[in-house]
């Protein structure tokens, strides 16, 4: 612990970052701690190395994705780095901020999400995930999603979709006009760009999950023909390909 805690001071005084909210006396003042170095290394351009929650202080490795998210050819190592000790990739990074902004109590994060552990079995382990290992189940779900949609290609277009053009990681409407009712950062002119393709891909899936309530007017189950998911293999019963890719997560079949 002091190790690490002379480490951190050693990188916040590299950075020049305030140290009023840096105490490594206290395992809250540790926190703070851990969460101003997570503050500096984003200012300086560079992800955090740990995608999964601290217990006391302590960082633990990520979890990868599994080698079946490698065929294909697909790369989808941007969500997640096949190095356990890197933590998320760049993409990763991005779903993990949007689900920091939309905070704790949203919908990402419920313990009784419909079809989450019941009946469809989504995720098991659902209700006893902790915070940041329901957060590596969503950043590991979006790159299931793109695995089949794209390849994990962000260039990748398809001129055969339902409405047209569909682009991106996760296939979406190439035309704003097609798009844009779809979330608040679906209205993106180049929704091409990998960050705007995830955020918007990401105010479609926490639609979906808002049931009747949200503006698919769905079961709220992450797949099945109720869904009503903008992914036509989430519409199969069984999630199809993505859904095979989704029950690989560790963390749902946790001991």
């Not at 997640?80 to 000790?85: L, P, Q």
């Not at 007017?217 to 036509?232: A, F, N, Q, V």
Request: hydrophobic share 30%.
């Amino acid at each position: 612990m002091k190790f690490i805690t002379l480490l951190l001071i050693f990188s916040l005084n590299s950075y020049a970052i305030d140290f009023e909210a840096c105490n490594s006396t206290s395992e809250e003042g540790f926190k703070k701690c851990l969460k101003e170095f997570s503050k500096s290394t984003k200012k300086f351009g560079e992800a955090p190395r740990v995608c999964i929650a601290a217990i006391k202080g302590m960082p633990l490795e990520c979890p990868p994705l599994s080698n079946t998210f490698s065929k294909d050819g697909a790369k989808c190592e941007n969500f997640i780095s096949e190095d356990s000790s890197k933590g998320y990739g760049p993409w990763g990074n991005v779903i993990s901020q949007y689900l920091d902004e939309k905070g704790t109590h949203s919908i990402f994060f419920k313990n009784d999400l419909p079809g989450m552990f019941q009946g469809i079995n989504t995720c098991p382990k659902w209700e006893i995930m902790n915070h940041d290992e329901k957060k590596h189940f969503w950043v590991w779900t979006m790159a299931a999603i793109a695995h089949v949609e794209s390849k994990c290609i962000p260039t990748a277009r398809n001129r055969n979709a339902t409405n047209g053009v569909a682009t991106g990681l996760y296939q979406l409407d190439e035309r704003p006009s097609m798009r844009s009712w779809r979330g608040e950062n679906c209205g993106a002119k180049n929704i091409l760009e990998p960050n705007s393709n995830i955020r918007c891909g990401l105010d479609i899936m926490g639609d979906l999950l808002n049931g009747s309530q949200g503006i698919y007017r769905t079961s709220g189950e992450l797949w099945g023909s109720k869904s009503k998911s903008y992914w036509e293999h989430l519409r199969r019963k069984d999630g199809g390909t993505i859904g095979n890719l989704i029950k690989q997560n560790p963390y749902c079949n946790k001991q």
